[in-house]
């Protein structure tokens, strides 16, 4: 299931709207571990992993895009508490970056 979308060049209103949305969904895990698994980052395809404490609900996306003109979808997966994102722009592959988000306590 769609959580959050938000596409390059977006009005004001549609990035408040995924802000929105975002916060709507991981409200509940502020406070939790986030591991975040990469892959086919860049334009060298790599695979890399982070972790962080979410003591803010932008942390999700931030975390995922680059500091430029991107796409972003954040998904719900059949697994508790796992989340899938895929980020296109300049620098990815034409399939973007695909991102694997767990939360644990």
Known sequence: MLLA???PYAEEWEFEDFVEDVNY???????KKVSIK?????????SGEMSFTLNDTNGIWIATTPNCDFSLEIRDTDKDNEYEAVCWHHDSSPTGEHYTITITD
């Open 5 to 7: 979308r938000l596409d």
């Open 25 to 31: 969904y991981f409200a509940k895990h502020l406070g």
């Open 38 to 46: 990469g892959r086919n980052l860049g334009w060298r395809n790599l």
